[in-house]
């Protein structure tokens, strides 16, 4: 999978978590066995910039952790020009990142994966909107992420 960063946030401090982050695209192409090319946009903001994403798409006064926005929401709307498909954009605060790993007890680098692995599994049509679907989604969460960044 192409997974392209955009940083936002003028800091490098991240870029040392880019190639995890297509190692773990990668692996969830392997685990949902998905054999098409597919390719992801991250977009790493500060939580002033996703609050005014959060407003301005989901009506929601708040920052939130991480945002997806998938191109589609069923395979048969994709009408591809090339071979690769297009997922879509998750923004991804860098300020929650810090956050959540402090009140998790756990590090940065599994916070920051954690948030993109749930974003790329909306992006692939994953929800969490009933009991059922939230367990089916998390469970997927941990058996990607985990062999990668141990809790």
Not at 64 to 71: M, Y
Not at 94 to 119: K, M, N, P
Request: hydrophobic letters at 40%; a negative charge; aromatic letters at 10%.
């Amino acid at each position: 999978m192409i997974v392209t960063m955009i940083n936002k946030t003028r800091s490098t401090y991240w870029k040392k978590y880019y190639s995890r982050l297509e190692e773990l695209a990668n692996r969830t192409l392997s685990v949902l066995k998905l054999n098409d090319e597919m390719s992801i946009s991250v977009i790493l903001v500060k939580s002033k910039k996703i609050h005014e994403v959060n407003l301005m798409y989901r009506q929601i006064d708040r920052p939130t952790d991480v945002i997806s926005f998938a191109i589609c929401d069923s395979e048969d709307e994709y009408d591809l020009v090339s071979d690769v498909k297009e997922l879509g954009d998750v923004f991804l605060n860098v300020d929650a990142v810090i956050e959540q790993a402090q009140a998790y007890g756990h590090s940065e680098e599994r916070e920051f994966c954690f948030l993109f692995i749930h974003g790329l599994l909306h992006c692939l049509g994953y929800d969490h909107m009933n009991a059922k679907d939230e367990k089916k989604m998390f469970n997927l969460q941990h058996k990607i992420l985990d062999p990668v960044v141990p809790r």
